[in-house]
């Protein structure tokens, strides 16, 4: 083979690899992806949490407000905890009760506690959308699941802040919509399942609609987690994220 | 000469006063510390019996039939509606009183800390019959119906630094599975005879508690007090079943010696107190029979003397059992008495047992108040006198069949 063919050769094995290198797709741009999917710039939605456990099925509504990737305030509608509101600011997260005078803000391991005995924790359900920042993360292959092809990743938790030192998640190749997960702790015993039964597109993605939670620790439990209406992307006033609002 | 052995016998406890008296303090020590500790005992028993009726069971208690299977779950949505069930637990013939009570597990809510307590909603006026609170209130008064006000246990609110007039949020579970959260203002510092109450438990109005609770009109259990006469476990069966004819309603009611766990432990806490009390009653017979026995022991060489002068073996086995019977009375006597002054005087001051209790999680109030018993009296008098003079018949039975050459040898 001349230097000529070599060289042609060369050049064209180099071109073909170009579309593949573009393709691959690292586990870290996967869930910067999977993440700014689930933010937006403001939110609105209603929904509920049914939880089923021993003692039968339990429905509390909510109206729930988000703004960025770390603001988020929940207001329980249902008779039972009517008035009762969940705000998250940047590292800190305050309950509201109607007939308490003062705030209670959670800090540490009571953040995951049981959020009105369901299989949410309060982090759960006000989580920030910075998986990145607390977590290093490892691709392990593809899985179809529910029909859908999905990346598996492996996230390991980079400090012992987080709830789950461990979590296995299944992304959607296509809408980054994280169909299941594992949590579990660092010596791999199982905390929590997750799984989205139903969703939702709104502005071009896609979300989850019902999502179903089982808290491992407790025997037979389950929580679904249902929104009735999301809007995105809307204008809110900045105040509702403020501590006066929450006691207004 | 079997005429006058009383005689002689009473003759001789003065011929040496020091041997005499030496052996009847013995006897006094140990009959007055063997009746201190029964009635020690005996008010320890009495008092945990009071303390579990009074502040935890009743006589009977009344709860839904699924509450225990689930307890650790704190299922207060398994409750009895108040307005149903508590007039027709009180018809019942040797009911005296009743009353609602709903204990549910609280945090109070402090500089963002939660600190751990046991909440309990009562209802004051029909709590008389139960718990005497304005007796057990140190400061301020108790808390009213209606009213966001609360009765707090005097340890814990010198742990948490709390005084009256102080607000302090209550974070609770309710029985919708939910939380909630209440602020209530300290109108009242409570000091329970029972430490883990002071240290651990706060009060507040029924009402308030059935709201904070999501309860309304619903309480945990209903507590019922037996007419003297009665026996509670027949006045238990009887309200279940009027219950569950009136209402078809299945309750777990039961005496509260029924209650195993209470039960179980008291019967627990009287056999250790038994075992306690039967070694120093050995303990005490034992210092009893070896006084007495020394005493005969030691008179080897007046025996040999005695029969020598021809005193016959049972008039001298007769004579030390009415010496060593007329010194264990004076003894029993004396140790009899001065253990029922000490009951008398620890009666009105009171044994303090804060400082040993604190921390120990037990229903027995940290002053004891031992009572005179009579009974118990007139039974360690007894018995102290036949231990003693049954101890002298060993040796002076022995004494009396020795040879009076050998017995003169102990010179």
């Known amino acids: 083979m001349s230097n000529r063919t070599r060289v042609i050769t060369a050049t064209l094995l180099c071109l073909l690899c170009i579309p593949l290198n573009l393709s691959a797709i690292t586990a870290d741009e996967i869930i910067k992806t999977m993440d700014g999917m689930q933010t937006f710039d403001t939110s609105y939605s209603t929904g509920s949490i049914t939880t089923t456990d021993r003692f039968g099925a339990k429905v509390s509504t909510f109206k729930a407000w988000t703004q960025g990737s770390s603001d988020s305030l929940i207001e329980f509608t249902s008779v039972a905890e009517r008035g009762q509101k969940i705000l998250r600011t940047k590292g800190s997260l305050y309950l509201f009760y109607p007939d308490a005078e003062e705030l209670i803000r959670l800090q540490g391991a009571a953040l995951r506690q049981s959020v009105l005995g369901s299989d949410l924790s309060y982090e759960d359900m006000t989580e920030e959308k910075n998986t990145l920042d607390d977590y290093t993360v490892r691709l392990d292959g593809s899985q179809i699941v529910n029909g859908h092809d999905c990346h598996v990743l492996t996230l390991t938790a980079k400090t012992r802040q987080v709830a789950y030192p461990i979590q296995k998640i299944w992304v959607d190749k296509e809408t980054y919509l994280v169909w299941k997960a594992a949590y579990s702790t660092a010596q791999g015993r199982l905390l929590k399942e997750m799984e989205v039964l139903d969703t939702i597109v709104v502005d071009g993605r896609t979300l989850p609609k019902e999502t179903k939670i089982e808290d491992k620790m407790k025997r037979d439990s389950s929580t679904v987690m249902a929104l009735d209406t999301l809007e995105v992307n809307i204008p809110l006033d900045r105040k509702i994220f403020t501590l006066e609002n929450l006691t207004w | ?411």
């Open chain 2, 1 to 411: 000469m079997t005429t006058k052995l009383p005689a002689v016998a009473f003759r001789n406890i003065f011929r040496n006063l020091r041997r005499s008296s030496l052996s009847a303090i013995a006897i006094a020590v140990s009959a007055m510390a063997i009746m201190a500790l029964l009635a020690l005992f005996e008010c320890m028993e009495a008092d945990m019996e009071t303390n579990l009726t009074s502040y935890y069971t009743g006589e009977v208690r009344i709860r839904h039939e699924s509450f225990e299977k689930y307890e650790r779950y704190n299922p207060l949505h398994l409750s009895l509606d108040v307005d149903a069930v508590l007039p027709l637990a009180k018809s019942v013939e040797g009911v005296e009183a009743a009353t609602s009570r709903i204990n549910f597990p609280a945090n109070l809510y402090l500089d963002g800390k939660n600190n751990g307590a046991l909440g309990v909603g009562v209802d004051f006026a029909t709590e008389a019959a139960f718990i005497d609170f304005p007796s057990l209130v140190s400061e301020g008064r108790l808390p009213q119906k209606g009213k966001n006000e609360l009765l707090i246990g005097a340890i814990l609110a010198h742990d948490l630094q709390l005084e009256l007039g102080d607000k302090i949020t209550v974070l609770t579970s309710t029985a919708l599975r939910g939380s909630n959260a209440m602020t209530f203002e300290i109108v009242g510092i409570a000091s329970f005879p029972v430490g883990g109450l002071s240290s651990k438990t706060l009060y507040i109005p029924l009402d308030r508690a059935q709201y904070m609770l999501r309860m309304e009109g619903h309480t945990q259990e209903i507590l019922l007090q037996v007419a003297d006469g009665y026996k509670e476990a027949d006045v238990a069966q009887a309200v279940k079943e009027l219950l569950e004819a009136e209402l078809g309603l299945g309750t777990e009611t039961k005496a509260w010696k029924d209650l195993n766990m209470m039960y179980s432990f008291l019967s627990i806490a009287k056999f250790i107190y038994y075992v306690m009390a039967g070694v120093f009653f050995v303990l005490g017979s034992t210092v009893i029979i070896n006084t007495t026995m020394m005493v005969i022991y030691e008179r080897m060489r007046e025996i040999g003397t005695l029969a020598a002068l021809g005193m016959q073996g049972k008039e001298l086995t007769r004579l030390f059992l009415l010496e060593g019977s007329f010194i264990s009375m004076a003894g029993s006597t004396v140790g009899t008495i001065a253990g029922l002054i000490i009951i008398a005087v620890l009666g009105k001051v009171g044994l303090n047992f804060t400082e040993a209790m604190s921390g120990v999680d037990m229903e027995i109030s940290s002053i004891l108040y031992p009572q005179v018993n009579w009974w118990i009296a007139l039974f360690v008098w007894f018995y102290a006198i036949l231990t003693a003079t049954l101890s002298t018949l060993i040796p002076s039975r022995r004494a009396s069949k020795i040879q009076i050459v050998e017995a003169l040898r102990y010179v």
